[in-house]
């Protein structure tokens, strides 16, 4: 399976894994699991600015192109430290295609198909229903394209003036 890494570190410091650390974890893993790593991507801190998201950026770029099957990362941490924004991002690399895999044997059941934490599963839950309202809305035709046919006959749009116009037509439209 062709993959893609992705990586970074945090601005503060802290307590987060140095980026050679992850690389290194992420070349163990691909080894181990017989994963061929087509690219690294990585957002890099600078100081006195803030994080960029140019690595993330290539990576859905290489994802777009088809060039990998999955991304490869060294705990679904390196996304965010914020768990929803971890699911929005979660979110859209399954939805552009692509499996999400993770060194960190803890991120199993997060990366599952229904994890243990209601957050997690609230958010899922939500990002599927607009999923299913934006398909749902490009399945159908365009009620301002189409013209008036047997299916538009169930559709009534009534029109209301702005106050402005009815006072200019003395209240009477």
Same mark, same amino acid.
Do not use: K
């Given at each position: 399976?062709?993959?893609? $890494?992705?990586?970074?570190?945090?601005?503060?410091? /802290?307590?987060?894994?140095?980026?050679?650390?992850?690389?290194?974890?992420?070349?163990?893993?691909?080894?181990?699991?017989?994963?061929?790593?087509?690219?690294?991507?990585?957002?890099?801190?600078?100081?006195? &600015?803030?994080?960029?998201?140019?690595?993330?950026?290539?990576?859905? /770029?290489?994802?777009?192109?088809?060039? $990998?099957?999955?991304?490869?990362?060294?705990?679904?941490?390196?996304?965010?430290?914020?768990?929803?924004?971890?699911?929005?991002?979660?979110?859209? &690399?399954?939805?552009?295609?692509?499996?999400?895999?993770?060194?960190?044997?803890?991120?199993?059941?997060?990366?599952?198909?229904?994890? $243990?934490?209601?957050?997690?599963?609230?958010?899922?839950?939500?990002?599927?229903r607009v999923a299913?309202?934006?398909?749902?809305?490009?399945?159908?035709?365009?009620? &301002?394209?189409?013209?008036?046919?047997?299916?538009d006959e169930r559709?009534?749009?009534?029109?209301?003036?702005?106050?402005?116009?009815?006072?200019? $037509?003395g209240g009477v439209?």
């Amino acid at each position: 399976m062709r993959v893609v $890494a992705y990586l970074r570190e945090s601005i503060e410091g /802290g307590e987060d894994r140095p980026a050679f650390a992850q690389q290194e974890d992420i070349r163990r893993h691909a080894a181990a699991q017989g994963l061929d790593v087509v690219a690294i991507c990585q957002d890099v801190p600078r100081p006195g &600015l803030s994080l960029g998201c140019e690595g993330y950026r290539s990576l859905v /770029g290489i994802i777009r192109s088809g060039n $990998a099957d999955a991304v490869l990362l060294p705990g679904v941490d390196t996304l965010s430290a914020d768990l929803v924004v971890q699911e929005i991002m979660l979110w859209d &690399l399954r939805a552009r295609g692509a499996r999400v895999l993770s060194t960190d044997a803890a991120d199993v059941e997060v990366l599952g198909p229904v994890p $243990a934490d209601a957050t997690r599963r609230f958010v899922r839950d939500v990002l599927a229903r607009v999923a299913e309202y934006r398909e749902a809305l490009a399945a159908g035709p365009s009620l &301002l394209s189409a013209g008036p046919g047997p299916a538009d006959e169930r559709v009534v749009i009534h029109l209301v003036p702005s106050a402005e116009e009815a006072a200019n $037509a003395g209240g009477v439209i």
